[in-house]
């Protein structure tokens, strides 16, 4: 059964250096999320992807952050000048379409730790 | 605004016990409702949905009904299983379908 795919799984940075966090949506899917979990609270929807541009984004999802689709299957978060309170869960997720009913499929998370 | 609320864990059963975690909602429109499942070192898997009121999502013995007047999409299982260990979140997408807004996740151990 296709799967979302990230890597990697775990990433420590120092604080103040840039990450890039990569993820394979499924391949017949067309849009593309990132969310967040930090530690003990909820899943933080960050931003939706869409025909090569960013059709939502949350308050949390500022300058520090963008995102890319380099090629055909990759999608990858970029956070700058890490913070301590980036430290997270970092979940990838892809659909098919969009739409209340309309199932995302989620990655394994990458889990960043930023010292 | 939208918002999931679940019950706190972590929730600790012997195997075949009954399971209920309980999950209530805000949210504008007409919200889509969902719980995932994340097994130890893996993604959210989709467990259940139900996408409008009074709808009964079901999948490997687990069950939640969709309950517009108590605003509720509680998760409950019968008899529980060692496998079943994992967490779950209760999840709802809204009309636009852009953005699912998550609860803090349940975590549940079951020992034989």
């Known amino acids: 059964e296709p799967e979302v795919t990230q890597t990697p799984s775990h990433q420590v940075t120092q604080m103040g250096q840039e990450v890039i966090l990569r993820c394979v949506p499924i391949?017949?899917?067309?849009?593309f999320y990132w969310y967040r979990q930090i530690l003990g609270q909820k899943v933080e929807f960050l931003v939706s992807?869409?025909?090569?541009?960013?059709?939502?984004k949350s308050e949390i999802f500022d300058d520090q952050f963008s995102v890319e689709r380099p090629d055909g299957s990759n999608f990858t978060l970029k956070i700058r000048s890490t913070k301590l309170e980036d430290s997270a869960m970092y979940f990838c997720?892809?659909?098919?379409?969009?739409?209340?009913?309309?199932?995302?499929?989620f990655g394994p998370g990458t889990r960043l730790l930023v010292l | 605004g939208n918002s999931v609320t679940q019950m706190e864990g972590p929730v600790t059963l012997s195997e075949e016990a009954f399971l209920t975690i309980n999950c209530t909602y805000t949210?504008?429109?007409?919200?889509?409702l969902f719980w995932y499942v994340q097994y130890p070192g893996e993604g959210l898997q989709l467990l259940l949905k139900a996408t409008k009121a009074d709808d009964k999502g079901s999948n490997k013995g687990f069950e939640a009904t969709y309950r517009k007047e108590t605003t509720s999409f509680h998760l409950e299982k019968g008899s529980v299983q060692v496998s079943d260990s994992a967490v779950y979140f209760c999840a709802l997408n809204t009309n636009t379908g852009n953005q699912f807004y998550f609860g803090t996740g349940t975590s549940l151990t079951v020992i034989p």
């Open positions: 391949s017949n899917h067309l849009y």
């Open positions: 949210a504008t429109g007409y919200p889509s």
């Open positions: 997720a892809s659909s098919v379409k969009r739409g209340s009913q309309e199932t995302q499929y």
């Open positions: 992807f869409y025909n090569n541009e960013i059709s939502e």
